[in-house]
C-alpha cells in the first residue's frame, strides 16, 4: 500500500470508487448522500469532516479498510487483518509452500529496491512485504488451531 496518500484521498476513494452508489452507502450508514459527497472533498473546497462514529460503517459497507491502514501506518503500527481458517481444510504442504513462495518473492522485491530505490520498486516491496505479514498471520492462526486441537487430544 503506497502511503503518500492523504486520509481525505483514501476517504474520497472509498466513497466513489466502488459497486456501491454513494447514496446507497449513505442509506447503509444512516447519513444523507450530500453529507458523504461532502465528507470526500477538502476542507477548503466545501468538504466537511467526517465523524469517527460512521467510519467503521463505512468500511464495513465498502469493505474497504484502507482508511485504517493508513491511520495505522501514520500512528507507526503494522495492521494486518486476521484471517479465517479452517484447521481441517488447509493443506499443512501447501501452507508451507505458499509461505515460502511469498517470502522468497518479497526478498526479491526487497533486494530490487535496495539495488534501485525508486517509487515503483517501493510501492512493489511494500506490497509484497505486507503479504508476507498476513501470510505470517494465516500461519500463526493455524499453528494456534493446530496447537489447541492437540492439547485437547492430550485431556
Known sequence: MAQSNSIKTILY???????????????EIGISAN?????????DESGVKFPVDY????????????IIEHIAFL?????????????????????????Q?????????LKKFLDKPTQSNYDEVIQALQTVMTKSAEAKKYCNKQYQGQLELEL
Open 13 to 27: 476513494e472509498t466513497i466513489h470508487r466502488n459497486k456501491k452508489s454513494v447514496e446507497q452507502i449513505a442509506d
Open 75 to 99: 500512528c507507526g503500527f503494522l495492521l494486518v487483518r486476521e484471517p479465517r481458517v479452517g484447521s481441517k481444510g488447509t493443506d499443512k504442504t501447501e501452507l508451507v509452500s505458499d509461505y
Open 55 to 66: 467510519l467503521v460503517t463505512l468500511m464495513k459497507t465498502t469493505k474497504n479498510y484502507r
Open 101 to 109: 513462495e511469498i517470502t522468497i518473492e518479497a526478498v526479491r522485491c
Open 35 to 43: 453529507y458523504l459527497y461532502r465528507a470526500g472533498l477538502p476542507l
